[in-house]
């Protein structure tokens, strides 16, 4: 799976056979030390930490599922598909000229939610 902010560590692959290859793991661990949590990110993580510090235990463990999530979601947009995200809203990608742009459009739950 494509990973957006390290390239050289992939979440997970399949290979031409469609068997899913599994993460490293630990690289993915180390590469959270080496970049500081920040802005959103960084409320995101603690949010899952204490809302499921067994599943979470450590910075790592809640970064890991944002970390699939982005790569999902590009994964999706590299294959030219929708990535609908239930509750938050929809991303594709469109053509503008010569390059592909990647575009949002919100649920409306999501749009109500910042209109009160």
């Known amino acids: 799976m494509v990973n957006m902010d390290?390239?050289?560590?992939?979440?997970a692959c399949t290979d031409e056979n469609c068997n899913v290859e599994y993460a490293d793991v630990d690289a993915a661990r180390a590469r959270v030390h080496e970049t500081p949590?920040?802005?959103y990110t960084k409320t995101i993580v603690k949010n899952l930490q204490s809302t499921f510090p067994e599943k979470f235990p450590t910075e790592e463990d809640a970064y890991l599922t944002l970390d699939v999530m982005k790569a999902i979601i590009?994964?999706?947009l590299?294959?030219?598909?929708?990535?609908d995200i239930q509750g938050l809203g929809t991303f594709k990608t469109k053509q503008e000229?010569?390059?592909k742009v990647v575009t949002f459009s919100p649920e409306t739950a999501l749009v109500e939610a910042i209109s009160k």
């Open 37 to 39: 949590l920040t802005g």
């Open 6 to 11: 390290y390239p050289g560590v992939c979440l």
């Open 74 to 76: 590009a994964m999706g």
């Open 97 to 99: 000229g010569d390059r």
């Open 78 to 83: 590299n294959n030219d598909d929708a990535v």
